[in-house]
């Protein structure tokens, strides 16, 4: 094999700057469809024994029960979700008897009713435990690569974790607003701990392609930065492969096989596992190297 | 005790352990009695797998913000109390009433249907009564006590307040009792009556405390004192200062899941994770052979092991928790191919296979400690920062990393210790994809 993927990175930084790019102006945008978990509001699931087709007659139905604004959603098992303003277990009875009336038969499946103020909250808690996630991975790596000093000091590790990790979570999000836009999928506070369980796992990957750059730089000092790091990646990557398909597999099957309720966060999950994959191989460790040598270019200069 | 012994050791404690771990893990089995301890093996299920209803109420303590901490935190218990004398007056069902943080209440019930008469009953203000003793009963008839008691018009709303006390002279803590004006004439009256008889206070028709009158109390404090523990006496207060001055409560937010979306989230989750780990026992046995397989077995193990510990910790399990777990079974097989990656680098160098073998797990041991610890430390903020239904995501996903590791370097170690052997070298198809004929070599 004689393509280089350190050789080639200018190639991936344009690859990941673009993906980026892309995100950021997608949830500027188009941004990402907000759940109940975070502003509030009620959603009834009601299994129907047809199917429907648009949300549009089930909205006709409830019409004169004057509930506000509507959102009707169709599922692919019969079952219709609506989102409403927050309303009480009365209202919701009053809904399914409606639909009862018109489609001959419903059943409650699921109900969920979140206040203001909770919203609120969890939004905020969600903030702060991504930021302790972060905060206390970079002290980890840069505790766990405390020894290693040449070329690269061990807190550029955690940095350069830290700007995979970001890169992770971007992207991540501008495809949920994709599947926002496709699927109806909403953030929750399922998708913040998608996203807090995929920064775990892309850091898991990452060390591993880490761990190996401090072996061999230990082992052979003669080579050149980058030189080693092309070594370390050739060696660390059927691993990691390996690692996402198997993992894949199983989300895979989940996702196909798997609970309703859950979809959106197990597809979450899947697109986090392989951006992270990707990441550590394309992103993480060129970034490295590029910055060894703008910081060896910086001394001849200056 | 010589190497080849240790390893035969180690193997048959495998099979006790992966025969115990079987004997747990699997649905059906009978209970286990030791003594006086019974555990029945049942998984505990989430709202969202078995159905049921999870409310979240906030306290409004604004009528008491003069008090101090102690206080506020005794009138949340009060509250909690009594929600959970309501739901559950025997105490014998799965549902639960947690206070969170400074003025919330979880109610977790689960298998619930009528989620609204649940929360009326939740809502109502709480009833404190004062009765006396009714008739003589004769001895003869079987008579619980309650019915022989009379309600008098002395209630909660004359109460003031309740406190924990220490008497002078006492050994042990009392309560004592401030009545309004009202309700000291009341009081005096029901005293004067009642002396040498009890009289049975009463929180939402059932019984709380049943003093007996010691003397005629015209002043509208009294102090109510036995063998009480500094426990059963703030209990009491708790109780007490509930019913006269109640903490108006309102639920902020309410989950409920049908039984039939439960049931059928728990087949659908049984059966994709049943399937994910056929496709992967599969893969791993395609791409490394031989000890593929042993790291299915493995697997296998792992997942027994799991699954007994969380009927054994009492975990409940949720669909985000099932799905932690299915995730971390695709963790643990990462620690199994960064083994196998390992070794086979060692049999490229030209090392022995049992050499090849024990230098791979000690290259392998630093990148999968540091990765899992990663993993944990997410885990741990996860279980720090969210609700019950992802704190199951949490536990799941860190109890699987922890019990993988152990799978992975002890297991697995084991199984191609004692399998994989020198034969193996001629074989080397046996080995793996890729593996081209190993040299003999030391």
Sequence with gaps: ?302 | MSFKRRIITQLFLLIVLAAVALFVALPGMPDLKLGSWTSDFNINLGLDLQGGAQLVYEADLDQLADQNETELEDALQGVRDVIARRIDPNGVGESIVQIQGENRLLVELPGISDVQAAMDLIGQTPLLEFRTEGEAIPAELDVPLEMNFVATKLNGSHLVRADVSQQQGALTPSVSLKFNSEGKDLFAEITKNNIGKQVAIYLDGSIISAPVVQQSITNGEAVISGNFTLEEARELKQRLNAGALPVPIKAISQHTVGATLGAQSVQASLFAGLLGLIAVALFMIVLYRLPGLLSVIALALYASITIALFKILGITLTLAGAAGFILSIGLAVDANVLIFERIREELKLGRSIKTAIEEGFKRAWAPIRDANISTLITTLILFIFTTSVMKGFAITLALGVIVSMFSAIIITRNLLRVFVGRWSERHSWLLGWQIKKVTDNK
């Design chain 1, 1 to 302: 094999m004689k393509y280089s993927i350190v050789k080639n990175r200018k190639w991936w930084f344009v690859l990941s700057g673009t993906m980026i790019l892309a995100s950021i102006v997608l949830l500027i945008f188009v941004r990402l469809r907000m759940g109940i978990d975070f502003v509030g509001g009620s959603i009834i699931e009601v299994k129907l024994e047809q199917e429907i087709e648009t949300g549009a007659d089930v909205e006709e139905a409830l019409s004169d029960l004057e509930l506000g604004s509507v959102l009707i959603q169709p599922t692919s098992q019969s079952t219709v979700i609506i989102r409403v303003a927050e309303i009480g277990n009365e209202t919701q009875e009053q809904i399914v008897q409606k639909l009862r009336k018109t489609y001959g038969s419903a059943e409650l499946e699921r109900f969920e009713s979140v206040g203001p103020t909770i919203g609120e909250e969890l939004r905020q808690k969600a903030i702060y435990a991504m930021i302790i996630v972060l905060v206390a991975i970079v002290a980890y790596i840069a505790y766990a690569f405390r020894k290693v000093s040449a070329p690269i000091q061990s807190w550029k590790y955690g940095v350069v974790a830290i700007a995979t990790l970001l890169h992770d979570v971007i992207i991540m999000s501008g495809l949920y607003v994709l599947f926002g836009v496709w699927f109806g999928a909403e953030v929750g506070s399922l998708f913040i701990v998608a996203l807090l369980t995929v920064l775990g796992y892309s850091v898991n990957d990452t060390i591993v392609v880490f761990d190996r750059v401090r072996e061999n730089l230990s082992k052979q000092k003669s080579e050149s930065f980058g030189t080693i790091v092309e070594k370390s990646i050739r060696q660390t990557i059927t691993r990691s492969l390996n690692t996402s398909i198997t993992t894949g597999l199983v989300l895979v099957a989940i996702l196909i096989f798997g609970g309703g309720t859950i979809r959106d966060f197990i597809a979450a999950l899947l697109v986090g596992v392989l951006v992270g994959t990707y990441s550590s191989i394309f992103f993480a460790s060129p970034l490295l190297v590029a910055w060894e040598k703008w910081r060896a270019k910086r001394k001849s200069i200056g």
